[in-house]
C-alpha cells in the first residue's frame, strides 16, 4: 500500500494562491493514479481534479478549471495542486487519493483506494 501525507494549506485571501503537496511513501509510486479531493462543513467529498500514472492526462472540476493545475514527480514521488484565484468557495479541508485500480483517470472517490489526513485551506478577507 501506499502512505500519503498532505502539506502546504494555510489561510489566504481571496485572489491569492497556494500549492498542495502529497508526498507518498510505500510502493511504487507511478503505478497510481492521483486525485484531489475537498470536503467543506457538513457537505459530502467533492472530487478536484485527477492526473494519470505518468502525468500526461489532467481532469478538473468545472468550478476550478483554468485557475488550480494538478502536477506529479515520479522521481520525488509528490502530487501537486497549484491553486491560483482562489474563492472564498474554495475553503475546505483538501484531501489527496490514490487508486491502483483505475486506468486513466477518474473522478470518483471510490475508486480510490488510499487517502491522506488532509490539509486545511482557507480563504477569507
Known amino acids: 500500500q501506499v502512505h500519503l501525507v498532505e502539506s502546504g494549506g494555510g489561510s489566504v485571501q481571496p485572489g491569492g494562491s497556494l500549492k498542495l503537496s502529497c508526498a507518498a511513501s510505500?510502493?511504487?509510486?507511478?503505478?497510481?493514479?492521483m486525485g484531489w479531493f475537498r470536503q467543506s462543513p457538513g457537505k459530502e467529498r467533492d472530487f478536484v481534479a485527477t492526473?494519470?500514472?505518468?502525468?500526461?492526462?489532467?481532469k478538473y472540476v468545472d468550478s476550478v478549471e483554468g485557475r488550480f493545475t494538478i502536477s506529479r514527480d515520479n522521481v520525488k514521488n509528490i502530487v501537486y495542486l497549484q491553486m491560483d484565484t482562489l474563492k472564498p468557495e474554495d475553503t475546505a479541508v483538501y484531501y489527496c487519493?490514490?487508486?491502483?485500480?483505475?486506468?486513466?483517470?477518474?473522478?470518483?472517490?471510490?475508486?480510490?483506494?488510499?487517502w491522506g489526513q488532509g490539509t486545511q485551506v482557507t480563504v477569507s478577507s
Open positions: 487519493a490514490a487508486s491502483e485500480r483505475v486506468i486513466g483517470t477518474s473522478m470518483f472517490s471510490s475508486r480510490y483506494d488510499f
Open positions: 510505500g510502493r511504487t509510486f507511478s503505478n497510481y493514479v
Open positions: 492526473i494519470d500514472r505518468i502525468g500526461h492526462s489532467t
